[in-house]
């Protein structure tokens, strides 16, 4: 039977009524939109093959205190002596604490050495669970100092998440610095070298992606947002965007090398190194800077 005009009407603004709802639920209630930021070139510095090559950390307390690289040239004699023969990207806490990740040709653990603002250092030794990756890419203080990220090289899907050593009071030299969670990304990443907080849950990492295949280019700089603080309770999301390529330029040819990363707050600036090809990894290794554009 036919309905009255009336009727009709209403039953399309409820039906409008009940699209329109739908529809804002769907956004509310969907996965976020993240803004990517945009970072631009700024200058470069060389970075030397034998110290600069590996990892950079700003480092804030005390205050004054230089900018801190790792690299082969940095490995005390008694750290390699014992086998921790190859050490990552680097963070420091707000508070002043260093922390450095070491790995072992070995692979039953990883090793992070820390120092803390006094001058004093200490290890912090992690034994590796089922499936864990051996290698110790990088360390990532998170801006409570309370939790640290770490990360697996090749094709991963998550970033480690340990309490900071030296920072966090449930950690101690004398025992195994335990995984509590993990960071579960939305999008694989492959070889990345570093991570750095550049707010309490979003991240900016450099990858050696030799491929492109994940994100159509080779070595981006990829932004990493996360659903929550990291914590030592349950796991949290994260959200992976490719923002762009690292600068690939040498008077050399051949396959660079994407390594760490640092983002200083004071001046807003990230900075990133990339090795040149061959030879010219000795002559023409850059530290790139970069500022939000």
Known sequence: M????????????????????????SVTTGTPA??????????????DPLTESQGLAS?????????????????????????????GDPDASYDGHYVEPYQS?????KMFRVRAPGGAWSEYVHELGAGEAPNNSFAAVAPS???????????????????????????????????????????????VQGCDFVTATRLLCSS???????????????QIDLSGEPNGSADVSGHVTALRQLPLRSSCSGTFEAEGIDYDRRGATLR?????????????????RFTRG
């Open 34 to 47: 993240f803004a990517a930021d945009t970072w631009n070139e700024v200058g470069s510095d060389r970075a």
């Open 272 to 288: 990133v190194i990339v090795v040149s090809p061959g030879f010219c990894a000795l002559t023409d290794s850059k530290t790139y």
């Open 208 to 222: 050696d992606d030799p491929a492109g295949t994940l994100f159509g280019m080779t070595r981006p700089l990829l």
């Open 105 to 109: 040709d070995s692979g039953g653990a």
């Open 145 to 191: 100092g309370t939790w640290m990220l770490s990360g697996e090289y090749g094709t991963m899907s998550r970033l480690l998440v340990f309490p900071t050593p030296g920072v966090n009071p449930a950690t101690s030299p004398s025992a195994d610095l335990p995984l509590v969670s993990t960071v579960d990304l939305d999008h694989a990443v492959r070889d």
């Open 59 to 87: 480092v804030e307390v005390p205050a004054g205190s230089p900018n801190r690289y790792t690299g082969i040239g940095t490995i005390p004699a008694s750290v390699s002596a014992r086998g921790w023969n190859h050490v």
């Open 2 to 25: 036919r309905k009255p005009a009336r009727q009709r009407c209403h039953a399309v603004l409820a039906g409008l009524v009940t699209l329109t709802t739908a529809a804002v639920l």
